[in-house]
Every structure is written in structure tokens, then in C-alpha cells.
């Protein structure tokens, strides 16, 4: 099992940046595929970008280019930054764990992220 707090959420401008992070609390960290979801209001949950235990990277095309997720597996945290922000990411951005072995998932309490000027 694993635990998982976000931070880093807030207002920002149109254009502007920001770099939310996610701490996991387990002792096997490296072998979760880590991900960033979100959620809009009146929206479904969605993926935003998620990575491998081998760092491979995906992204929801609406984020290619824009943002980009990381991990630290020494640290056990992954981040996302986010880049040339636009007022359709504003949502709750919820951090992810899932287990290749057991394919349980995990999720964060969230993090709100709006994008207004």
C-alpha cells in the first residue's frame, strides 16, 4: 500500500507556470507506475501524463509539448511542470500510484489548479 500528498497547486496566470509535486510513502516506490490525473468540474477524471518504473513517459495530447512529469525514485516523489498554462487546465490535479503486480490503484487527495487572469 501506499500513501500519496500532493502540493504545489494555486493560481496562475494564463501563460504562466507551474510545478506540482506528489510524495509517496511506501518502501517500494521505483515500482509503481506513477501518474497526474485530473478533474474539471462537471468532467470526468482524465489522464494528464503518467511514467514507468523506466521512466518511459506518456501524455495526454491537450499537455504534449506544455508539460512534463518526473520522478525521483531516491526521493520518492514525482512531479509535473506545467508550462504555458491555459484556463481549460484548470481542474483538481490528482497524483497516482499503480501497482504492476497487483494492479491496485492509489490516488492522492488532490490539488487544485486554476488558471485565471
Known amino acids: 500500500q501506499v500513501q500519496l500528498m500532493e502540493s504545489g497547486g494555486g493560481l496562475v496566470h494564463p501563460g504562466g507556470s507551474l510545478e506540482v509535486s506528489c510524495a509517496a510513502y511506501?518502501?517500494?516506490?521505483?515500482?509503481?507506475?506513477m501518474g497526474w490525473y485530473r478533474q474539471a468540474p462537471g468532467n470526468q477524471r482524465e489522464l494528464v501524463a503518467r511514467?514507468?518504473?523506466?521512466?518511459?513517459?506518456e501524455y495526454a495530447d491537450s499537455v504534449r509539448g506544455r508539460f512534463a512529469i518526473s520522478r525521483d525514485n531516491a526521493k520518492n516523489t514525482v512531479s509535473l511542470q506545467m508550462n504555458y498554462l491555459k484556463p481549460e487546465d484548470t481542474a483538481v490535479y490528482y497524483c497516482?500510484?499503480?501497482?504492476?503486480?497487483?494492479?491496485?490503484?492509489?490516488w492522492g487527495q488532490g490539488t487544485p489548479v486554476t488558471v485565471s487572469s
Open positions: 497516482n500510484a499503480f501497482a504492476i503486480d497487483t494492479q491496485m490503484d492509489y
Open positions: 511506501t518502501t517500494i516506490f521505483a515500482t509503481y507506475v
Open positions: 511514467i514507468t518504473p523506466g521512466s518511459s513517459t
